[in-house]
């Protein structure tokens, strides 16, 4: 089938607005598998704070890079891209459609445009920022950050302290801005892309946000926390839904303090990657629970 014409499904959008279900309902029309672009649902040790698919929904389709690595692991955007094109090349073997789905922007950008072509950066300087953080905190990175780079500070998730201390570090080791660097030159794919953004009226989607954030806290998110803890140094754990609760476990804020700022900074981050992912002209937008109006829109362009 290597001969035949490949489509890339692509469905983005905020958290907590549906994203999983539309990509197996897609792939299981499409007799197809999806493969996740979502930066912490890589990661085996972070379950329910990731809102992964369910056992009975990875049953349903094959999903790929979810559980794939370890927390320990570093795995870079660069490294998703060249692994997912890999393993998309061999499932186009076999599928003329495929899914992707995900919240996260960079990865998503990196699949379906490709990473800039980036100078080397000091790796002396990269583990003084690192130590730096672990004593000081994000703060002083931030405000550093926002003064050499602050084109790069305004598009950077705040929420990632390993992009921020990225983007010091490059300017530090270089003398130059990342953002002049990121100049959104596309890669051609050998394979068509079909965007699909789901998003809602913000209240009800803020709503379908807390009401998770309460469900994952009933499933054992704090239990979850607790056996990460002598973990939370790693990247992977500097993450909404992690970060507060290590706070709370510190006897930093109590439960429900802790709680209402996972909600906060969810709704926080939802409004982050709906920016990010509006910036794509190619993206067409639908209400999440319009699904036949998203399968003709697709099939209208295979």
Not at 37 to 51: H, L, V, Y
Not at 171 to 177: I, M, Q, Y
Not at 211 to 226: C, I, N, P, S, T
Request: hydrophobic letters at 40%; aromatic letters at 10%.
């Amino acid at each position: 089938m290597s001969d035949l014409k490949r489509n890339l499904i692509v469905v983005v959008g905020p958290t907590a607005i549906g994203k999983t279900a539309l990509a197996i309902n897609l792939a299981q029309h499409f007799s197809t598998e999806v493969i996740s672009a979502d930066s912490r649902q890589f990661f085996k040790e972070m379950d329910i704070g990731t809102a992964k698919p369910s056992k009975e929904e990875l049953a349903t389709v094959p999903h790929h890079f979810i559980n794939s690595h370890s927390i320990s692991t570093f795995f870079s955007t660069g490294d998703f891209e060249n692994q997912a094109l890999a393993k998309m090349d061999v499932l186009f073997q076999k599928h003329e459609q495929l899914v992707m789905v995900g919240g996260s922007g960079l990865y998503i950008n990196a699949v379906c445009n490709g990473l800039d072509e980036l100078p080397d950066t000091d790796l002396n300087i990269r583990a003084a920022l690192k130590e730096r953080f672990a004593k000081e905190g994000i703060e002083s990175i931030k405000q550093q950050l926002s003064e050499v780079d602050p084109e790069f500070y305004v598009r950077v998730d705040q929420a990632n302290p390993q992009r921020m201390i990225r983007g010091l570090e490059f300017f530090l080791s270089t003398g130059k801005k990342l953002s002049a660097y990121q100049t959104n030159s596309t890669k051609k794919r050998p394979f068509n892309q079909i965007k699909i953004g789901l998003n809602t009226d913000r209240a009800l989607l803020y709503e379908r946000i807390n009401h998770r954030v309460d469900l994952m806290m009933e499933a054992g998110l704090l239990k979850e926390v607790q056996t990460l803890l002598p973990y939370k140094h790693l990247n992977a754990l500097n993450t909404v839904g992690y970060t507060e609760l290590f706070e709370y476990l510190e006897g930093k804020s109590t439960l429900e303090q802790a709680v209402d700022a996972i909600k906060q900074n969810t709704r926080r981050f939802a409004k982050r990657q709906l920016t990010w992912f509006r910036k794509d002209p190619e993206t067409a937008w639908f209400e999440p629970n319009d699904y036949p109006a998203i399968l003709s829109y697709v099939e209208a362009r295979l």
